[in-house]
């Protein structure tokens, strides 16, 4: 099992200059990235969405890199995404999956099969033509630097510490640092996006 | 020429790439198949499927935010299976996209047995989103008019298609 912070803490040695979208690892993310401008925390829409969104905006920026961490509880929700990554094969679109095994933000319960399904084969049958799995950071550090200067579409699925959140919902601290609103609108000024 | 009581494919294409359109997000229902066929012929134009209409509006969101203009086409259906993803991704992003919804069991005649259509506006009218009809192709300006009040309140805007697409012209 992986800790998230500290894959994020390699992560960030070879970002370069891409756009990432930290999904459901915003709050680890956050305290790492030297360039939030770049970065597109949007907390949670509405589940299973993430992936959708990313691929929406590989598809818009096609020089720009695109890298997500997406997480096993969206994903199951919206399998079909590997289908359309795959139909489009954007070269620039790394998909991260964060897995947990769990609905961490609900109290920690088992997603449905949690231990036992491969997702990285899921996305190699969907048509990924590139899948990696891991399970340990140390591996992860070894290969990564190759992953992200390798053409997507890449999927890399990475197992990793649960971290259960189970406070009632009004005493947890805020997911965001920056409202939606903000967060689209520095990004599109980073990237000189008419708004 | 197609009467002019019907819908031609060629109208609603018109009406796209006269409002910037660039990527077409859709899921194919029983009537958009001439559409489709205009649209995959049209350089300009990028098709996305998606697996299931809830993907239509967070691959959509992205399109926007990377400065693309999206289209979504969909039947209402799915459009109601999309619930959740066009509140957060679409409302909550302010995604000014237009939907452009088949309109399947609706009728000028008599009352529809089809629930698909009992519950479209409802639906639409339970998450504040304005919608316009369009029948034939004298209704298509309010197809541009859908897209002016997108882009003007930032917000998704339906446009619900009330017929077939009755095939090309010539």
């Known amino acids: 099992m992986i800790v998230m912070q500290e894959m994020f803490r390699v992560f960030q040695q070879h970002r370069g200059n891409a756009i990432v979208i930290p999904g459901r690892g915003n709050r680890q993310w956050h305290e790492i990235s030297t360039q939030p401008r770049r970065d597109l925390p949007l907390g949670d829409p509405a589940m299973g969405g993430h992936a959708g969104f990313a691929l929406g905006l590989a598809l818009a920026l096609p020089r720009e890199k695109i890298v997500l961490f997406d997480s096993e509880g969206d994903l199951q929700m919206s399998l079909g995404v590997l289908a359309m990554v795959s139909e489009h094969k954007p070269k620039n679109f790394y998909h991260f999956l964060l897995d947990n095994e769990c609905y961490a933000t609900t109290g920690g319960q088992p997603v449905p099969n949690a231990a036992n399904v491969a997702y990285d084969q899921i996305a190699r049958a969907a048509g990924y033509p590139s899948v990696h799995a891991y399970t340990t950071l140390e591996s992860l550090t070894i290969d990564i630097g190759r992953i992200l200067a390798a053409p997507g579409p890449v999927f890399v699925a990475m197992k990793i510490v649960p971290e259960i959140e189970n406070r009632p919902m009004g005493q947890r601290p805020p997911r965001l640092s920056r409202s939606r609103e903000q967060v689209l609108a520095d990004f599109s000024a980073e990237l000189g996006i008419a708004g | ?170």
């Not at chain 2, 996209?97 to 639409?124: I, P, S």
């Open chain 2, 1 to 170: 020429m197609a009467d002019e009581a019907q819908l031609s494919p060629e109208t609603v294409l018109a009406q796209m790439k006269q409002n910037g359109v660039t990527h077409v997000v859709w899921l194919p229902d029983s009537e958009t198949n001439w559409l489709y066929t205009l649209m995959k012929a049209e350089p300009g134009l990028t098709l996305i499927a998606v697996a299931r209409e809830g993907l239509a509006f967070s691959t959509a969101a992205g399109l926007h935010t990377g400065g693309k203009v999206p289209i979504i086409l969909i039947q209402n259906t799915g459009m109601m299976e999309a619930g959740d993803s066009m509140r957060g991704w679409g409302l909550g992003l302010n995604i000014p996209v237009v939907m452009l919804v088949g309109y399947r069991g609706w009728t000028r005649h008599g009352v529809t047995k089809d629930t698909a259509a009992a519950y479209t506006e409802r639906f639409l009218n339970a998450f504040g989103i304005n919608y316009y009809l369009v029948e034939n192709d004298k209704d298509a300006p309010r197809i541009s008019a859908a897209f002016e009040e997108a882009r003007r309140n930032r917000r998704p805007v339906a446009v619900l298609v009330g017929d077939e697409y009755h095939g090309f012209n010539s």
